[in-house]
Structures are given as C-alpha cells and as structure tokens.
C-alpha cells in the first residue's frame, strides 16, 4: 500500500498541493504564534527580573521560615485561633448563601431561554461581568471602608463577589437545558414562569447546588484571606501572629485551614455525589 502511494507521489501532489506545501498560512500563523509567545515570556523575564539567583535565594528564606514554623503550636491562643476559625467558616457559609440566593434571579434573566428580552439579558450579563471583575480582597477592602470592621464586611464581600460567579454559572446551566421538558409545559397550557419553575429548574437545581458546594469550599479558603484587610475571620489573627513573628502559631493555623477545607472538601464531595446519583 505505501509502495503504490510513493509510485503516486506526482499524482498525489497535483490532487492535493496544499497538504504538501512546505509552509501553508496556517503553519505561518502556527509558526508566528509560537515565535511571539515566545517572545512574550523573554519580554516577560526580563522585566519582572524573574532571575534564577533570585529564585535560589527565595527558596533559602523559605526554608529558614519553615524552620521557623516547627513544631506548631497554638502558643495559648487556642480559644482565639478557634473562634476566629469559626468566623471564618460563618463568613463563607453566609457569604455563599446570599450569593447564591441574589444570582438566581439575575441568572435567570441573563439566560437565553428564561430571559425577558434581549435588552434585559445584555444588561444583566454585564451587571454580572462588572461584579466578577472586581477580586474578593477589594469588596473587602470597600466594605470595610463602608461598615467598618469586623466580619460583616467579610460577609459582604464574598457575597458580593460570588454573585457575579454564580450569575455566569446558573446562566450557563439554564442555557445548557434540554428543551423537551420545556415543549412539554408549553404544549400542555403552561406559561413562560411554568415553563421556567417545572421545564427548566428541575434539570439544572442538582447542577446549581453543586456549584454552590464548590464555591462554598472556595470561599472558606477565600475568606482566610480577606480576613487580613480587617473583614472578619482567621485572617485577622493569621496576619497579627505574622506581625509579631510567632511562626509556630502561623503554621498552626494554616494546617487548621487546611484541615478544615480538606474536611469540607470530602463533605461536599459525598453531597455531589448523591445528589448526581
């Protein structure tokens, strides 16, 4: 069979010139493509100074941290780091829920099959794109300025964030509907609010409070962050103890973060899992 298709070659090559042409626009643009991705990551080293001697001496200082961290320990701050731990998991769980509860809506009408109009479903999506632009640490920073400290603004600031998330991703289940339950309400006398209540949300609430298990997981983690700007939570006693150089309790505290998250993670794993089932 090879042996006929090189005895063809000539036939071959005048049948399909471009699929022997040495360097078709495709390939140029491959090869373009390529060659300034290329030149993005030198332009990119070189002006961040991301140099190998900086890196070596980086990894040094971390070691001496790490040395610095062991053994961990809570130092008598145990009922603090617990409290603050407690705070956080609220933060996220009350930050998540109101989310979830304001994207709703908006979700629904940024949807292409359960929107109002056009106009409504442009507008929505941008109101939606405007909040997720905004990162979680600077609705803190904002609603520490508006209601001071303290884990209301903590509260606030997931809550803020995650509904520009969880607008895109509701969206994007509703979207992805099978549309015969939808046919089904409608040719039986339904309306456009029962084809959206019996032809749509049954199919995609599994989906929704999946993603609402996740972002809840993300968000404790995220919570431990915007903490350290004033808002509430473990991040609050996390950076006071980096303040005042007690590594010990630092490392007590991160492993108790990652306890709790590795514990929520598995959690929410078992609840997807039965919810799929």
């Given amino acids: 069979m090879r042996s006929e298709a090189l005895v063809d070659l000539p036939g071959l090559r005048s049948r399909h010139p471009d699929q022997f042409r040495r360097l078709t626009a495709a390939r140029a643009m491959a090869v373009l493509g390529v060659l300034g991705a290329v030149g993005l990551l030198g332009l990119a080293v070189w002006r961040l100074q991301l140099l190998p001697d ?59 099959n359960t929107t109002l109009h056009g106009i409504i479903r442009f507008m929505s999506r941008r109101v939606l794109d405007s909040i997720r632009g905004v990162d979680a640490l600077i609705w803190a920073l904002i609603w520490v300025s508006v209601v001071g400290l303290g884990p209301f603004a903590g509260v606030l600031a997931i809550a803020t964030s995650d509904i520009g998330t969880f607008g895109k991703l509701f969206s994007e289940a509703l979207e992805a509907a099978d549309g015969k ?97």
């Fill in 181 to 277: 339950p939808q046919e089904g309400v409608v040719s039986t006398g339904g309306g456009g609010l029962a084809r959206i209540r019996f032809g749509v949300l049954p199919q995609v609430l599994p989906v929704m409070a999946g993603q609402v298990l996740y972002l809840f997981e993300s968000n404790t983690r995220s919570s431990s962050i915007i903490g350290i700007v004033g808002a509430g939570g473990i991040g609050l006693h996390l950076s006071e103890m980096i303040r005042t150089l007690e590594w010990p309790a630092v490392s007590c505290i991160v492993l108790l973060i990652l306890v709790v998250v590795a514990a929520i993670d598995v959690v929410s794993s078992r609840l997807r899992a039965a919810m799929a089932g």
């Fill in 54 to 112: 900086r890196f070596a001496s980086g990894l040094a200082q971390l070691w001496q941290f790490l040395t610095l961290m062991m053994p961990p320990s809570a130092q008598g701050h145990l009922d603090l780091i617990l409290h603050g731990l407690g705070e956080t998991l609220a933060i996220a769980f009350l930050g998540t829920l109101i989310a979830a509860t304001l994207a709703l809506p908006l979700a629904v009408l940024a949807a292409r």
